[in-house]
């Protein structure tokens, strides 16, 4: 069983940055593919970023060049960096974690995650 706890979240205005963290529990976090997630209001959740355990990241096209996702697994807690933020990222993220690796295409999915953290909120003012 792995707990994962989001922090980090925040009011930014339009063009700052927000540095969540997301600390899980349990002795095998190196080998987890790590996510994260957001949903914004009356939208549905969506895929931000993935990093494996040897560090490879996935982005999408929206997150990449302004957010950087990292992991620092002596302290089993995953990164995502977000710079030039938009009124547009405003939403909950959230963390997710797989067990095992995985490739891009499947670390977009959400059903392949097997835990989830609560979520913080993330709000971007114009």
């Known amino acids: 069983q792995v707990q994962l706890v989001e922090s980090g979240g925040g009011l930014v205005q339009a063009g700052g940055s927000l540095r969540l963290s997301c ?3 349990g002795r095998t976090f190196s080998s987890y ?28 096209t929206d997150s990449s060049g302004r957010f950087t996702i990292s992991r620092d697994n002596a302290k089993n807690t995953v990164y995502l960096q977000m710079n030039s933020l938009r009124p547009e990222d405003t939403a909950v993220y959230y963390c ?11 670390v977009a999915l959400q059903g392949r995650y ?9 709000t971007v003012s114009s």
Request: hydrophobic share 40%.
């Open 23 to 25: 600390a899980a529990s």
């Open 114 to 122: 097997n835990y989830w953290g609560q979520g913080t909120q993330v």
């Open 33 to 60: 593919t790590m996510g994260w997630f957001r949903q914004a209001p009356g939208k549905e959740r969506e895929f931000v970023a993935a990093i494996d355990w040897s560090g490879g990241s996935t982005y999408t």
């Open 96 to 106: 997710a974690a797989k067990a095992g690796p995985a490739g891009p295409a499947v």
